[in-house]
Nanobody, 123 residues
């Protein structure tokens, strides 16, 4: 089992920045690929960014490329999502997720999920 807890969400004006953190506990964190997803009311959960266990593979959704950056610190069992140049359309609940195999963009392929953290971007 892996337990995931997100933090760092909040209210920010358009153009601002936030840094989300996802702290993991349980089994060896470094064995897991990690993903960030987001979900707005009435929409399905969508891939934002993913990072492999050793950070050799990093993927981003087209909508966030050049603005968001995913990273991980295996010594601290934590994955981060740095979000810059935020837009109102980035408003959503952000979730981190873990899976044993490599990075994929389908939320159905992830085994463990956090509870989510709300990000609200005002115009």
């Amino acid at each position: 089992q892996v337990q995931l807890v997100e933090s760092g969400g909040g209210l920010v004006q358009a153009g601002g920045s936030l840094r989300l953190s996802c702290a993991a506990s349980g089994r060896t964190f470094s064995r897991y690929a990690m993903g960030w997803f987001r979900q707005s009311p009435g929409t399905e959960r969508r891939f934002v960014a993913g990072i492999s266990w050793g950070a050799y593979t990093i993927n981003y959704a087209d909508s966030v490329k050049g603005r968001f950056s995913i990273s991980r610190d295996n010594a601290k069992n934590t994955v981060y999502l740095q979000m810059n140049s935020l837009k109102p359309e980035d408003t959503a609940v952000y979730y981190c997720a873990a899976r044993v195999a490599g990075v994929v963009e389908s939320h159905t392929e992830y085994d463990y999920w956090g509870q989510g953290t709300q990000v609200t971007v005002s115009s």
